[in-house]
């Protein structure tokens, strides 16, 4: 089967059910990066409307945690939230990630977008994220711009030494 007869894979909301294939998939694309599984079923819990998966027959090969958070303040890797703020500042990206079969196929550009529309429908003027893993440039093709001050670094020291913040502004200030 060649790719433009293959099953084409499509972003769905997130349920319950997927966590263990979304703590597979963070295992396999974020090894430096571990989370206990209560971080992304507490960010499911408390922002339905941030999370999402890639399936294609049956298959997750991607997912994405997002919820609205403080601005400037991402949260400590493996850190449960308790709860979202209110009013939050930006529209917060957790976690994206895609299998290797996946990537390049525009999928992560799709669910940027959903996120953005999220960001807008929410009434919040950015979007953020920590990027890892060399992910930066990737995020700057999407209007991400590195961010933050020294004030930042007690947050991204439980990431790492490369750890980038970055935020995307959004056009009409929502």
């Known amino acids: 089967m060649n790719d433009r007869s293959a099953p084409t894979a499509l972003w769905r909301p997130m349920a319950a059910s997927d966590l263990p294939q979304v703590e597979a998939i963070a295992a396999a694309v974020h090894p430096a990066y571990p989370e206990d599984g209560a971080v992304p079923a507490e960010r499911l819990r ?63 550009e799709a669910i940027v977008r959903r996120l953005v529309a999220e960001a807008e429908r929410a009434g919040l003027p950015s979007l953020s994220l920590v990027a890892v893993n060399g992910s930066a440039p990737f995020w700057r093709r999407h209007g991400f711009v590195a961010a933050g001050d020294g004030a930042l670094r007690e947050a991204l020291a439980s990431y790492d030494a490369d750890a980038v913040f970055m935020v995307r502004e959004l056009a009409d200030g929502a």
């Not at 922002?47 to 400037?72: A, D, K, T």
């Open 46 to 108: 408390l922002s339905p409307n941030g999370c999402f998966v890639l399936e294609r027959q049956g298959g997750i090969l991607g997912y994405v945690v997002s919820h609205p958070w403080y601005r400037f303040d991402p949260p400590k890797l493996d850190t449960l939230l308790g709860a979202l703020p209110a009013p939050a500042g930006t529209w917060y990206i957790h976690d994206l990630a895609l299998v290797s079969a996946a990537r390049g196929r525009g999928h992560a």
